[in-house]
């Protein structure tokens, strides 16, 4: 899970409300004087050593939190699966044999496993909502453009955003309390929790039944809990391509010219994809831009004020099995399924937190066995709300386990 270059170990300062946190840092974050992967040997070959630090890596640093290691991610950071053709796949610590989601995926493991408390991570499509359901773990994709993205290398940057994880709640928001700038550092008390159906279908059935059973619980928390139909299910079915092909534009803006000069050697499944972004015409980003104006219509609409939150599933399933080939075809199909999820916030640009507050249990018929696989669920509100949805997250938490006597993620 962690790469071999970079300090193991590096301090700016023995206080801050930090202290004591160990860090884990995706292979994207620049720290002056070291060189990044970002996931390809040929990246860290053709790209001189930084010469500052990313804004984020030095705020945490400066608060007190001990760098622990660069930690692997997928190629180029596009990717969702938790897997590298160059440095391997991390195992799932929660769920030994299983993926860990990526593309943060070696930050993911790392605090699952215990190794670091505090992990930063990218997420543009999906690559930290979806290792955080996997791993069973507390994970923010943020608000797009809130948090500093300088000294941070890009996938696209129309969607890139900082994200992070940890195993609880508290830390989660301590954290945003030192990246989410002052100005945004307000909240507000959320009143109204919002149920859409149609998203739910997005999911397995036992991810909606889990889901369904814990809403009422969940709904006492708020003064209003308000289901509301999605009119235009063509358009939801649709945001997987729309997110697709505004992210391969912006991915062949950011990294046709390196591609071209050195032909890096990528994954199967990542190669294809590259192949599919440079070829994005003109016609279908149009289209794809106008369909993206048309969602966040709806998400305006749907969470109109700052005392509103959408609850919706993470990811349609739990943690693939690793091991045997896997079908290009059926990789692609579950890419889809993701991105579908995904979008929801990623094209409307706005935070969305997991929250890893139930299991799945499935069987092996092959085994006669059955396993316990994490899973959970996650908040959206409006962007730059992402504070008051971290101080929600914290609170629900609290009281799930107040009223379950469970002791999970509350510490």
Not at 300 to 320: G, H, Q
Not at 351 to 365: A, D, G, K, V, W
Request: overall charge neutral.
């Amino acid at each position: 899970m962690f790469c071999e270059h970079g300090p193991h170990f590096l301090e700016l300062t023995n206080s801050g409300p930090l202290k004591g946190k160990r860090l884990a840092v995706k292979d994207l974050f620049q720290l002056k004087g070291e060189k990044n992967t970002a996931g390809n040997p040929e990246w860290y070959n053709t790209h001189p050593a930084a010469t500052k630090t990313a804004t984020s890596l030095r705020q945490l640093l400066e608060a007190g939190a001990t760098f622990v290691g660069f930690t692997h991610l997928d190629e180029l950071a596009y990717s969702m699966q938790g897997s590298n053709l160059h440095y391997g796949c991390a195992d799932n610590p929660r769920l030994p044999g299983y993926f860990c989601g990526g593309s943060s995926m070696g930050s993911a493991a790392a605090v699952a496993a215990g190794m670091a408390d505090i992990a930063l991570g990218t997420d543009t499509g999906g690559s930290v909502r979806v290792p955080a359901s996997y791993c069973g773990l507390f994970g923010i994709r943020t608000s797009h453009s809130l948090i500093p993205t300088d000294g941070v290398i890009g996938l696209a940057p129309c969607f890139d955003t900082v994200g992070w994880f940890s195993q609880t709640p508290s830390l989660l928001l301590d954290v945003g309390k030192i990246l989410i700038p002052a100005q945004h550092l307000s909240t507000n008390k959320v009143t109204r929790l919002v149920i859409c159906p149609e998203i739910h279908q997005l999911a397995d059935p036992s991810i909606r039944v889990a889901i369904q059973e814990l809403i009422p619980t969940l709904s006492d928390q708020f003064s209003l809990c308000e289901t509301i139909h999605l009119p235009d299910t063509e358009l939801l079915g649709e945001l997987a391509d729309i997110f697709r092909i505004l992210q391969g534009r912006a991915i062949t803006n950011t990294h046709r010219v390196w591609l071209r000069k050195y032909q890096p050697v990528f994954a199967q499944d990542i190669a294809a994809r590259i192949t599919m972004a440079l070829s994005i015409g003109d016609d279908e980003v149009l289209w794809a831009a106008n369909r993206r104006r048309r969602w966040c219509q709806w998400m305006e609409r749907l969470l109109p004020d700052n005392n509103s939150v959408l609850l919706i599933p993470t990811t349609p399933t739990t943690a693939p099995k690793k091991g045997g080939a896997i079908e290009a075809d059926k990789l692609q199909k579950h890419r889809q399924r993701l991105l579908g999820l995904t979008a929801i916030a990623g094209l409307w640009g706005a935070p969305q937190c997991h929250l890893p507050l139930f299991s799945i249990r499935e069987s092996h018929s092959d085994r006669d066995t059955e396993v316990q696989k994490p899973s959970g669920f996650s908040l959206i509100m409006a962007p730059n709300r992402d504070l008051s949805l971290l101080t929600l997250i914290k609170q629900l938490t609290q009281y799930l386990q107040d009223i379950t006597g469970s002791t999970r993620g509350t510490a």
